[in-house]
């Protein structure tokens, strides 16, 4: 059974960082696609960020120049670097993984998915 657990959310004051890590286990083989999605209360998912599998990255475009991905495909696992983090940042983190080889914004495209971590941005 496959499973993505998330760790590093917290709280941060506005301005600051935080670094979110995701493991995958229950299969030898990565995933050709992992990425990060975000959900603040009343609002939908949203794409954050995507890794494929040769490294190749994606950004949303309100995350471009402060959040950077990153992956270890030795320990199947996704990294989520947020800099100059800001209240509207303030959310739910969910760690998503597919077998596909393009990175989807919609979150119907991802087939799993951790349980959150939560990230709050205090101003």
């Known amino acids: 059974q496959v499973q993505l657990v998330e760790s590093g959310g917290g709280l941060v004051q506005a301005g600051g960082s935080l670094r979110l890590s995701c493991a995958a286990s229950?299969?030898?083989?990565?995933?050709?696609?992992m990425g990060w999605f975000r959900q603040a209360p009343g609002k939908e998912r949203e794409f954050v960020a995507g890794?494929?599998?040769?490294?190749?990255?994606y950004y949303a475009d309100s995350d471009k120049g402060r959040f950077t991905i990153s992956r270890d495909n030795a320990k199947n696992s996704v990294y989520l670097q947020m800099n100059s983090l800001k209240p509207e940042d303030t959310a739910v983190y969910y760690c998503?993984?597919?077998?596909?080889?393009?990175?989807?914004?919609?979150?119907?495209?991802?087939?799993?998915w951790g349980q959150g971590t939560q990230v709050t941005v205090s101003s």
């Open positions: 998503a993984a597919a077998d596909k080889r393009a990175i989807d914004v919609n979150s119907d495209s991802w087939a799993y």
């Open positions: 229950g299969r030898t083989f990565g995933f050709t696609a």
């Open positions: 890794i494929r599998w040769s490294g190749s990255t």
